[in-house]
């Protein structure tokens, strides 16, 4: 049986409707799901098919295709939340857009081997984004609409697992499927699809009879945008995703790290980035759901925000002096620990400051933004970074981010303060 102070609020929204527990495996797959799909090209397979097919310029070109690739994840996010809150169907608002993300994705991946010039890829690595945009977009509002406040922080944790855990299955598909390169991006896609379908499965909605939002041209124009005088809380947990995001996107150029400042070779960086993703991911486990339950517990979030932005920035440090893989094996183990913090927290953080609960989809996609925003910016600018001092610079540069993530995080309201009188007051109805 759900436990009570669970069910009851779930019922009261529209969404409504799933057991805590088969709500809790649903959200953590399709998160594990969009994970796979995206992380495990981005720190392993497109950096190993554009060595194939841009030869020397491959850095560039990765460059070229991830930015691109995060531009469109940008732009499409908060069209994808307002189309969802305006979904209506039998199948409910969340469950159709998730499904079909997952397939146009699979799809995407799927022929993306069989590019043989920057060009071709550039379209296909844009529509897996663009639809694992719209599956996230979903399957993010189901936090706002279905969980009781004072549980969301386990429950973010446990997304934050997922989350982490979703790369290292992907490594894994990728250090042993059959048939090739084609082959091993066809076991990520159908993977990615699989446990998307059997979230799809476990979830249960009830429309009820909210009104549709409008979806004309001027609705869409302001989904792009806030007002960060009405709704300051909102506009500084923005900012800490976004600023503490970048230091974590130095993940984006590991396998170019490695190639080039260790001279690992191509078959052997299958099982470094395998061994370091295990590293990774047994740290992000341990933290992420301590922190989660231990914020729930002490209804604090701001000090795990502040601890999770220095781990980030010291991880950094150590990886841009890095002469031994001793030192980058401690740098990935004391980054797992800072992004298992931060995830346990962030998610939980955002839901609590939306100004209105009713268009969760769109206002959380905005946050989507500031998540993907730095895997479009790093790309982009890290080639010119690194012509100038190489990995050192780009690290360090990437640490401050992190530190100046705690500083903006400083300034969010703490668990209970979302409406006290003052510059932390946030209406419940935009204009």
């Not at 022929?111 to 010039?117: A, G, H, L, Q, R």
């Not at 980035?273 to 339950?293: P, Q, R």
């Amino acid at each position: 049986m759900a436990t009570p102070s669970l069910v009851t609020p779930a019922e009261k929204q529209p969404g409504g409707g799933t057991r805590m527990r088969r709500l809790a495996g649903a959200v953590m797959l399709s998160e594990f799901a969009c994970t796979i799909a995206l992380t495990t090209p981005v720190q392993l397979l497109l950096a190993l098919h554009l060595d194939a097919v841009a030869d020397t310029g491959a850095a560039t070109a990765f460059g070229i295709v991830t930015g691109f690739g995060a531009l469109v994840a940008i732009l499409s996010s908060p069209v994808a939340g307002r189309i969802s809150d305006r979904t209506r169907t039998r199948f409910g608002r969340r469950r159709p857009w998730m499904l079909l993300g997952s397939v146009a994705a699979a799809l995407a991946l799927v022929v993306i081997p069989f590019t043989t010039e920057v060009w071709q890829l550039v379209p296909l690595w844009c529509g897996v984004q663009l639809a694992c945009t719209f599956q996230r977009a979903a399957g993010s509002a189901l936090l706002a609409e279905q969980v009781a406040e004072e549980r969301t922080g386990r429950m973010a944790g446990l997304i934050g697992l997922a989350a982490a855990c979703g790369p290292l299955a992907g490594l894994a598909l990728a250090d042993v499927a059959p048939g090739g390169r084609a082959g091993t991006w066809a076991v990520v896609a159908l993977c990615a699809l699989g446990t998307t379908v059997v979230s799809v499965l476990l979830l249960r909605e009830r429309l009820g009879d909210a009104p549709r939002p409008p979806l004309d041209l001027r609705a869409l124009v302001a989904s792009f945008w806030f007002d960060p005088r009405r709704h300051p809380a909102f506009t500084w947990a923005w900012l800490v995703r976004f600023l503490i995001t970048c230091a974590y996107a130095s993940s984006t150029y590991s396998t170019f790290f490695l190639m080039e400042r260790f001279d690992t070779t191509t078959e052997e960086l299958s099982g470094t980035v395998l061994l370091l993703g295990l590293l990774t991911i047994s740290c992000v486990a341990v933290s992420c759901v301590a922190a989660g339950h231990l914020s729930d517990a002490l209804r604090r979030q701001k000090p795990f925000i502040a601890f999770s932005g220095v781990l980030a920035a010291v991880a950094l440090v150590l990886m841009a002096g890095a002469q031994d893989m001793a030192f980058v094996y401690g740098g990935v183990a004391v980054m797992g620990v800072s992004m298992g913090t931060f995830l346990s927290v962030d998610l939980a953080v955002c839901v609590r400051v939306l100004p209105d609960k009713d268009e969760s989809a769109r206002d959380l996609a905005l946050f989507n933004v500031a998540n993907a925003l730095p895997d479009s910016l790093v790309p982009l600018a890290a080639p010119a970074v690194l012509a100038l001092g190489g990995y050192t610079a780009l690290f360090t540069g990437l640490a401050a981010f992190g530190l100046l993530g705690v500083l903006a995080g400083s300034r969010l309201p703490e668990v209970g303060h979302e409406t006290r009188p003052g510059r932390w007051t946030v209406p419940v109805h935009r204009t």
